[in-house]
C-alpha cells in the first residue's frame, strides 16, 4: 500500500470539504455555543446570587445531587452549593453534549467526502486512478477522522481554558477537566469519529447527495442524547471505568461497521452507480 497516495487523497478531500460552506459553517459555529455561550451563560447565572439561588434549588439538581456516585461525591467535597452547582453541571452533565462534537465533526466532512463527490460528479475520475480500493477508502476515511479528531481535542482545550478562567472568581481555583472526561475525549470520541464515519460510508453508497448522507447519518446525535438521558436520571454514571467501556463497546461498532463500509466500497459497483 503506497501511503502517499492515500495522504494525497486525504488532501484532496479537505481541501475540496474548505471549499464547501455547508461543511465548515457548523464546523466553525456549533464548538462556539459548546464551548463559549453556554458555559459562560451558566457561569454568570450562577455568579448571580438570586439566580444562583433558584438554579441550585431546581428539584431536578437536588434530586441528581443525591444520587451521585462516590466518585463525584469526593469530588464536590468541601464545596459551597453554587460551586458545586457548577462542578456538576458544566464539569459532568455538560459531558454527553461535548460528544456530539466528533459525531458532527465527521459525519459531515465523510459526508462531503463520500457522497459530496458523487453529487459533483468528481468521483468517475478518481475511481479511474491507479490508487487500489484500499487506498481510496483509507484516503477518505482518514480526511474525515484526523480533522474530526483533532478539531474534538482542540475544542476541548478551548473548553478547558474558559471553564478554569471564567469560573475561578467563584471556584478561587483551577478544577478543570474532572478525571471522567479524559477517558471520554481521549478513548471515546475518537470511537465515535469512526462511528460516524463508518455509518456515513455506508449511507453514501445508498444516497446521492452530501445533504442526504449528512442528514441520514446525524441521527446517531441519539447515542449522546441516551447518555445524556442516563446520567440525569442516575440511570448511568460517565464515570472513568464506564467511559473506558463505553469506548469498547463503540471500537467493537466500529470494526463491525468498518467491515461493512469496506465492503459496500467496491470501485466496479461506484462506477456501474454512475453510469
Same mark, same amino acid.
Given at each position: 500500500?503506497?501511503?502517499?497516495?492515500?495522504?494525497?487523497?486525504?488532501?484532496?478531500? @479537505?481541501?475540496?470539504?474548505?471549499?464547501?460552506?455547508?461543511?465548515?459553517?457548523?464546523?466553525?459555529? %456549533? /464548538?462556539?455555543? +459548546?464551548?463559549? %455561550?453556554? /458555559?459562560?451563560?451558566?457561569?454568570?447565572?450562577?455568579?448571580?446570587?438570586?439566580?444562583?439561588?433558584?438554579?441550585?434549588?431546581?428539584?431536578?439538581?437536588?434530586?441528581?445531587?443525591?444520587?451521585? /456516585?462516590?466518585?463525584?461525591?469526593?469530588?464536590?467535597?468541601?464545596?459551597?452549593?453554587?460551586?458545586?452547582?457548577?462542578?456538576?453541571?458544566?464539569?459532568?452533565? +455538560?459531558?454527553?453534549?461535548?460528544?456530539?462534537?466528533?459525531?458532527? +465533526?465527521?459525519?459531515?466532512?465523510?459526508?462531503?467526502?463520500?457522497?459530496?463527490?458523487?453529487?459533483?460528479?468528481?468521483?468517475?475520475?478518481?475511481?479511474?486512478?491507479?490508487?487500489?480500493?484500499?487506498?481510496? +477508502?483509507?484516503?477518505?476515511?482518514?480526511?474525515?477522522?484526523?480533522?474530526? %479528531?483533532?478539531?474534538?481535542?482542540? !475544542?476541548?482545550?478551548? *473548553?478547558?481554558?474558559?471553564?478554569?478562567?471564567?469560573?475561578?472568581?467563584?471556584?478561587?481555583?483551577?478544577?478543570?477537566? @474532572?478525571?471522567?472526561? *479524559?477517558?471520554?475525549?481521549?478513548?471515546? !470520541?475518537?470511537?465515535?469519529?469512526?462511528?460516524?464515519?463508518?455509518?456515513?460510508?455506508?449511507?453514501?453508497?445508498?444516497?446521492?447527495?452530501?445533504?442526504?448522507? *449528512?442528514?441520514?447519518?446525524?441521527?446517531?446525535?441519539? %447515542?449522546?442524547?441516551?447518555?445524556?438521558?442516563?446520567?440525569?436520571?442516575?440511570?448511568?454514571?460517565?464515570? /472513568?471505568?464506564?467511559?473506558?467501556?463505553?469506548?469498547?463497546?463503540?471500537?467493537?461498532?466500529?470494526?463491525? @461497521?468498518?467491515?461493512?463500509?469496506?465492503?459496500?466500497?467496491?470501485?466496479?459497483?461506484?462506477?456501474?452507480?454512475?453510469?
Amino acid at each position: 500500500m503506497n501511503w502517499k497516495i492515500v495522504f494525497a487523497i486525504a488532501n484532496k478531500d @479537505l481541501y475540496e470539504a474548505r471549499q464547501n460552506k455547508s461543511v465548515w459553517l457548523p464546523i466553525m459555529i %456549533v /464548538p462556539l455555543f +459548546f464551548i463559549l %455561550v453556554l /458555559p459562560l451563560a451558566m457561569i454568570l447565572t450562577l455568579s448571580n446570587p438570586e439566580l444562583a439561588s433558584s438554579m441550585t434549588s431546581d428539584p431536578d439538581i437536588i434530586k441528581v445531587m443525591e444520587k451521585l /456516585p462516590d466518585f463525584l461525591s469526593q469530588i464536590i467535597a468541601g464545596l459551597d452549593l453554587t460551586q458545586a452547582s457548577l462542578v456538576l453541571m458544566l464539569g459532568y452533565l +455538560f459531558a454527553p453534549f461535548f460528544l456530539i462534537l466528533p459525531i458532527m +465533526f465527521s459525519t459531515v466532512i465523510a459526508s462531503e467526502s463520500f457522497a459530496g463527490e458523487k453529487e459533483r460528479k468528481t468521483i468517475e475520475a478518481l475511481l479511474y486512478s491507479p490508487a487500489t480500493d484500499t487506498e481510496l +477508502f483509507l484516503g477518505k476515511v482518514l480526511s474525515a477522522f484526523i480533522p474530526a %479528531v483533532v478539531i474534538t481535542w482542540i !475544542s476541548f482545550l478551548a *473548553y478547558t481554558i474558559v471553564l478554569n478562567a471564567a469560573a475561578y472568581p467563584i471556584m478561587g481555583r483551577l478544577w478543570f477537566p @474532572l478525571v471522567n472526561w *479524559y477517558p471520554l475525549i481521549f478513548w471515546v !470520541s475518537p470511537a465515535l469519529s469512526m462511528l460516524g464515519i463508518g455509518a456515513t460510508v455506508l449511507i453514501s453508497s445508498k444516497v446521492q447527495t452530501f445533504m442526504g448522507a *449528512y442528514q441520514s447519518s446525524a441521527s446517531l446525535v441519539l %447515542v449522546v442524547i441516551a447518555l445524556l438521558v442516563g446520567q440525569i436520571t442516575g440511570v448511568l454514571y460517565l464515570s /472513568p471505568l464506564i467511559g473506558i467501556l463505553l469506548g469498547f463497546v463503540i471500537w467493537i461498532a466500529d470494526g463491525i @461497521l468498518s467491515w461493512l463500509a469496506v465492503k459496500s466500497f467496491n470501485r466496479d459497483k461506484l462506477l456501474m452507480s454512475e453510469k
